[in-house]
């Protein structure tokens, strides 16, 4: 049973499209993470947030906006998505016991 | 620096043998290390985790894995793979003492798994 909600679970759209893929989680958690995953598997960080009104970059250089009004929401937004942008995008919040907590991630298309 | 490594991109295991998945880290410290599945169009699902202790850790669905801190290595285990274990499985360390972006899992690059009857 998930406590961490993303949508849309799948998305197509055109290129200089806006989006947003939500990400909530139930838990109360203070630490999420958006990591965006390559067909061939590898996960990277994009983004990251120890709490409300704090977000940080991550490892990987996204093009991708961020925001943490709510502890329980961390919505994602691309201003004009290009094909570049066609990946996975998983959510994950941490548990005080160190371990993360995925969502099923939204996986994003843009023609 | 913090890494993992998961030297095999894939792992082909018959039904019913044993099965390892390997994963190697560099971390200044004592490290937190943690095993990841991910099924087809699925988030990661939590496996196991190591902090401190027993170096033989049970997690879910019969894997264990066992930490070496000499050899720097994790690798998951279970002793009669099934089909259904069939996925992706992502290796990934964390520093205990790292505070800010360096408290972040990082994560290896995944082992594709294929169990065949």
Avoid at chain 1, 32 to 49: A, F, K, R, V
Avoid at chain 1, 51 to 64: F, I, M
């Amino acid at each position: 049973e998930a406590d961490i909600y993303q949508t849309p679970r799948y998305l197509v759209i055109g290129t200089g499209k806006k989006i947003t893929l939500e990400c909530s989680q139930t838990m109360g958690h203070d630490k999420m993470y958006w990591y965006q995953q390559d067909p061939g598997m590898e996960l990277h960080l994009i983004h990251y947030s120890y709490g409300v009104n704090s977000t940080e970059k991550g490892d990987l250089s996204s093009e991708s906006t961020v925001s943490r009004i709510r502890t329980e929401h961390f919505p994602l937004t691309l201003e004009s998505a290009r094909p570049s942008h066609t990946s996975q995008y998983l959510c994950a919040s941490r548990l005080v016991t160190g371990e993360l907590f995925f969502g099923e991630g939204s996986r994003l298309t843009v023609l | 620096a913090q890494s993992v490594a998961q030297p095999e991109d894939q792992v082909n295991v018959a039904e019913g043998n044993p099965l390892t998945v390997k994963c190697t880290y560099s971390v200044s410290g004592n490290p937190y290390l943690f095993w990841y599945v991910q099924y087809p169009n699925r988030g990661l699902q939590f496996l196991l985790k190591y902090i401190t202790g027993d170096n033989l850790v049970k997690g879910s669905y019969g894997f264990e894995a066992e930490f070496n801190k000499s050899q720097t290595s994790f690798h998951l285990k279970k002793p009669s793979a099934l089909v259904s274990d069939s996925a992706l499985y992502f290796c990934a360390v964390r520093g205990l003492n790292y505070g800010g972006s360096q408290g972040n899992l990082i994560f290896g690059k995944g082992t594709k798994l294929s169990v065949k009857p």
